[in-house]
């Protein structure tokens, strides 16, 4: 009979033996869950050359023609067109049009020359600043005034 500790020995080295082939197993399921764009890629391409190269083999140069085909060798001017008359109607119209007086137009009114647009307690002119050019307030403030 065996001794205890062989039959021990012999069932875990089957149970070690059986892992690692699950392990290799799953992992070469792995990579057949992969993504084929590259494969379907190349299919397209095969695809559209195969279609392309059909085309060149339907294609046919057209033959050749032994007609040439010169340049005229007399030139005839084609006749002068016909003189265009003037319509009067629309000289009739433009002599009209002149012939009515315009209305004036208004003088151009500056914002800028009326004194309405400043305030009062301001003085913009030039006369008496001392070459400051900036306005003088003519009114004092009133700081206690709420």
Do not use: C
């Not at 007609?67 to 060798?73: A, C, F, G, I, N």
């Amino acid at each position: 009979m065996e001794a205890a500790w062989a039959v021990q020995m012999r069932k875990l080295t089957s149970i070690f033996l059986k892992q690692p082939a699950t392990l290799l197993v799953s992992r070469i399921a792995a990579p057949a869950v992969t993504r084929g764009f590259a494969q379907s890629a190349s299919v397209r391409a095969d695809f559209i050359s195969n279609i392309y190269l059909e085309e060149l083999r339907k294609y046919t140069p057209p033959k050749a023609t032994n007609e040439k085909v010169d340049l005229p060798t007399t030139f005839t001017a084609p006749a002068a067109p016909p003189k265009p008359e003037l319509d009067t109607s629309v000289v009739q119209a433009a002599a009209v049009d002149e012939a009515v007086a315009e209305e004036a137009w208004p003088a151009v009114y500056n914002p800028i020359d009326d004194p309405a647009n400043y305030p009062d307690e301001w003085d913009f002119t030039t006369d008496n600043d001392d070459g400051n050019l900036l306005p003088q307030r003519l009114v004092p403030v009133d700081y206690t005034h709420h």
